[in-house]
């Protein structure tokens, strides 16, 4: 074996497995495409220590960190392939290297499927947001919405007036008498016509305009998009995959191994609700779990 452990993604939950296995003096090589998740939010809220830091300029530190052990390599490529070989693992990289470890640690991130709605997409991470965790605080007591997409949106709804009046945006979906009566509690305003596009200047959200040329006030725009994995690794694997609330979950167990020895993932692609603070959590469990099976398996 080339290296004690890869690490396939070197976002929050990667960066943070890996630090703690090149501070065991083992091996590790990370596998990066530069494209984290999060890339579209210019502030990270919530990290401890963090709070209102461009989530870039963390990693960028966090890269400079990792590289200071002389066990730890971090390389910019993309993992194509992945397969069990005797003792190990053997990983396929787009340039044609192939690459062997004892452990995989994956943490390759999601992909987030928008709306196909006009002013949408550029908006994303902005005034387009996903978790009021995240981003609820800065947008206090201003008018807010959720964009209906699965049942869940009721859920969310009902947690975004928290921050401020709420409406929920149909976008042409019915609901059920139960569910608007729990939203009519929380002093939601439901909002049934579809929605024809997002209006404000630049990547500022001022309006939502409706199919029957009406428009409604609004300063930031809640949805839960579907996640996709972003790669076909842990399935190449054979690793168990579950359908979460919001897309596929690889499997793991308190460890963060998968269903397949010496398989780990970590982060938003194992693991429901998501947060920058949930995966570094995820990713050093990860990484002194599979030190302590390096030191004991």
């Given at each position: 074996?080339?290296?004690?452990?890869i690490?396939?993604?070197?976002?929050?939950?990667g960066l943070a497995?890996a630090t703690?296995?090149?501070?065991?003096?083992?091996?590790?090589?990370v596998?990066?495409?530069?494209?984290p998740?999060?890339r579209?939010a210019e502030a990270?809220?919530?990290?401890?220590?963090?709070?209102?830091?461009n989530p870039?300029?963390?990693?960028?530190t966090?890269?400079?960190?990792l590289q200071?052990?002389?066990?730890?390599?971090?390389t910019?490529?993309?993992?194509r392939?992945a397969?069990?070989?005797?003792?190990?693992f053997?990983v396929s990289?787009?340039n044609g290297e192939?690459?062997?470890a004892?452990?995989?640690?994956?943490?390759?991130?999601?992909r987030?499927e928008?709306?196909?709605?006009?002013g949408l997409?550029?908006?994303w991470?902005?005034?387009v947001?996903?978790c009021p965790?995240?981003?609820?605080?800065?947008f206090s007591?201003r008018?807010?919405?959720v964009?209906?997409?699965t049942?869940?949106?009721i859920?969310q709804t009902?947690?975004?007036?928290?921050?401020?009046?709420t409406?929920?945006?149909l976008?042409g979906a019915?609901?059920?008498?139960?569910?608007?009566?729990?939203?009519h509690?929380r002093?939601?305003r439901?909002?049934?016509?579809?929605?024809l596009?997002?209006?404000?200047e630049g990547?500022?959200l001022?309006?939502?305009?409706?199919a029957?040329?009406r428009?409604?006030t609004i300063?930031?725009l809640?949805?839960a998009?579907r996640?996709?994995l972003?790669?076909?690794?842990?399935?190449q694997?054979?690793a168990?995959i579950?359908?979460?609330?919001?897309?596929?979950i690889?499997?793991t167990?308190?460890?963060?191994?998968?269903?397949?020895?010496g398989l780990y993932?970590?982060?938003?692609?194992?693991?429901?609700?998501?947060?920058?603070s949930?995966?570094?959590a995820?990713g050093?469990?990860a990484g002194t779990?599979a030190?302590?099976a390096?030191?004991f398996?």
């Amino acid at each position: 074996m080339q290296h004690d452990a890869i690490i396939i993604g070197g976002g929050f939950a990667g960066l943070a497995a890996a630090t703690y296995l090149a501070r065991t003096r083992r091996n590790v090589r990370v596998l990066d495409t530069g494209k984290p998740r999060n890339r579209f939010a210019e502030a990270s809220h919530g990290f401890l220590g963090q709070d209102g830091s461009n989530p870039g300029d963390i990693l960028a530190t966090a890269r400079v960190q990792l590289q200071a052990y002389d066990t730890a390599e971090l390389t910019e490529a993309k993992a194509r392939e992945a397969r069990a070989v005797e003792d190990g693992f053997a990983v396929s990289l787009a340039n044609g290297e192939e690459i062997t470890a004892r452990k995989l640690i994956l943490a390759f991130g999601l992909r987030d499927e928008l709306p196909d709605l006009p002013g949408l997409q550029e908006r994303w991470g902005k005034t387009v947001l996903h978790c009021p965790y995240c981003h609820g605080f800065e947008f206090s007591d201003r008018q807010l919405g959720v964009l209906y997409r699965t049942p869940m949106s009721i859920h969310q709804t009902q947690l975004i007036t928290e921050w401020g009046p709420t409406t929920l945006y149909l976008n042409g979906a019915e609901l059920s008498g139960e569910d608007a009566a729990q939203l009519h509690a929380r002093g939601v305003r439901i909002e049934p016509a579809p929605v024809l596009g997002l209006a404000g200047e630049g990547t500022d959200l001022s309006a939502i305009e409706l199919a029957d040329d009406r428009s409604s006030t609004i300063s930031a725009l809640y949805i839960a998009p579907r996640s996709c994995l972003n790669s076909t690794v842990a399935e190449q694997l054979g690793a168990r995959i579950d359908e979460g609330p919001m897309g596929p979950i690889i499997h793991t167990d308190g460890d963060k191994m998968t269903t397949v020895p010496g398989l780990y993932a970590a982060g938003d692609i194992a693991r429901a609700p998501h947060s920058v603070s949930w995966a570094v959590a995820d990713g050093v469990t990860a990484g002194t779990s599979a030190h302590r099976a390096l030191v004991f398996g």
